[in-house]
């Protein structure tokens, strides 16, 4: 029963991270680092602000049938960065863990209540880049402005150190949209 928990299926899965979501992590990619989006579509902002950023980017997607719980590119790659879907966290950050490279994931803080990232992150060493307010992100076009959750980086030999806290600079024109 524990384990049906832990792994649940959810809806609305496809929530988009904007670019001033992305903007944070880029800093801490290792120059020259060839990065994998397991999670993005050509047109995802992990991948254009990657890029722009002058790393190469293998962008991945489901929908083109490259699963994550499955797929790996051929191509060789350093690390992960990405917003994966927020349920099925456990499995995951399991497949994640299980490449043995760096990686930095969006989730939920929330999660940080459960038992799960304490058992896979033990004996690794969760990072975590915290920020000073929420993110929003884009559902189907939508901005979704009524987020009510806190969400970070989850990392793993990834950040400096195993706690960074960082403003989160939006963008002016979604101040007005968003609760905080």
Not at 4 to 20: F, Q, R, V
Not at 90 to 111: C, D, H, Q, V, Y
Not at 114 to 121: I, K, N, T, Y
Request: with cysteine.
């Amino acid at each position: 029963m524990k384990t049906n928990i832990l792994y649940s299926k959810g809806k609305n899965d496809e929530c988009m991270t904007l670019a001033y979501g992305v903007r944070p992590i880029i800093k801490y990619i290792p120059q020259n680092a060839v990065v994998w989006c397991p999670f993005d579509r050509e047109d995802s902002e992990f991948v254009k602000q990657i890029r722009e950023a002058g790393h190469k980017v293998i962008a991945t997607h489901r929908d083109n049938g490259q699963d994550f719980y499955t797929y790996e590119p051929d191509e060789n790659w350093d690390c992960i960065v990405s917003n994966p879907p927020f349920t099925n966290k456990r499995k995951i950050f399991e497949r994640a863990l299980s490449f043995g490279k760096p990686f930095a994931l969006i989730m939920t803080n929330t999660w940080l209540n459960d038992s799960a990232p304490v058992q896979l992150f033990k004996n690794k060493g969760l990072q975590l880049l915290l920020f000073d307010s929420r993110m929003v992100f884009k559902n189907n076009g939508i901005i979704q402005n009524k987020i009510t959750f806190n969400s970070s980086y989850y990392c793993w030999n990834f950040l400096p150190q195993d706690i960074v806290m960082e403003e989160l600079i939006k963008p002016s024109n979604l101040e007005a949209h968003v609760l905080f």
